[in-house]
T-cell receptor, first 113, second 113 residues
């Protein structure tokens, strides 16, 4: 069945350094890959997404890259700040007759001041 | 504009009781999702509704769980005969269409004693 694996589960970086989180997916027909940020006590919020017709998308300090051949996509955060500390989730839609989303297990990012 | 709202924000119940959780999606959003998030864990898909199509109930963990949606408006998730393992945050999300950004509510924290 469909599966999304996310690594690492925890990540600590010094303020100003970069952070990279990687997800792999199994459904080759998936065509939309969002990244969500969840702060404590809140629902997840979309920070960036990419569709399968492009290989990279950037929004200020955040970028997402997609490798369809290898079936993985990554979140890149540059010049990290303490407010980037949160849990990040990747997701991919299941397209085998349904449109539910499969979420990764999450990465807890800590940016150390 | 108004986002996704959920009520109650917190619910404490005794084992064996029934509970009903409510989700008000963003107006005009045709897709609505329910997820369960146990403490420190990822998002577990429960069910989604899309317009007037039959809902995808493939994620409901047992027949104690059920959900309804009236047209493209409010949805209720009902858990009958609650068990301690049902304790979690239940998140609702809506989307203007399939394969698009999901907008999450703040969640309902359910505690079963």
């Amino acid at each position: 069945g469909e599966n999304v694996e996310q690594h690492p589960s925890t990540l600590s970086v010094q303020e100003g350094d970069s952070a990279v989180i990687k997800c792999t997916y199994s459904d080759s027909a998936s065509n939309y890959f969002p990244w969500y940020k969840q702060e404590l006590g809140k629902g997840p919020q979309l920070i960036i997404d990419i569709r399968s017709n492009v290989g990279e998308k950037k929004d200020q300090r955040i970028a997402v890259t997609l490798n369809k051949t290898a079936k993985h996509f990554s979140l890149h955060i540059t010049e990290t700040q303490p407010e980037d500390s949160a849990v990040y989730f990747c997701a991919a839609p299941s397209t085998s007759g349904t449109y539910k989303y499969i979420f990764g297990t999450g990465t807890r990012l800590k940016v150390l001041a | 504009g108004a986002g996704v709202s959920q009520s109650p924000s917190n619910k404490v119940t005794e084992k064996g009781k029934d509970v009903e959780l409510r989700c008000d999606p963003i107006s005009g959003h045709t897709a609505l999702y329910w997820y369960r998030q146990r403490l420190g864990q990822g998002l577990e898909f429960l069910i989604y509704f899309q317009g007037n199509s039959a809902p995808d109930k493939s994620g409901l963990p047992s027949d104690r769980f059920s959900a309804e949606r009236t047209g493209e408006s409010v949805s209720t998730l009902t858990i009958q005969r609650t068990q301690q393992e049902d304790s979690a945050v239940y998140l609702c999300a809506s989307s203007p269409q399939l394969i698009n950004e999901q907008f999450f509510g703040p969640g309902t924290r359910l505690t079963v004693l």
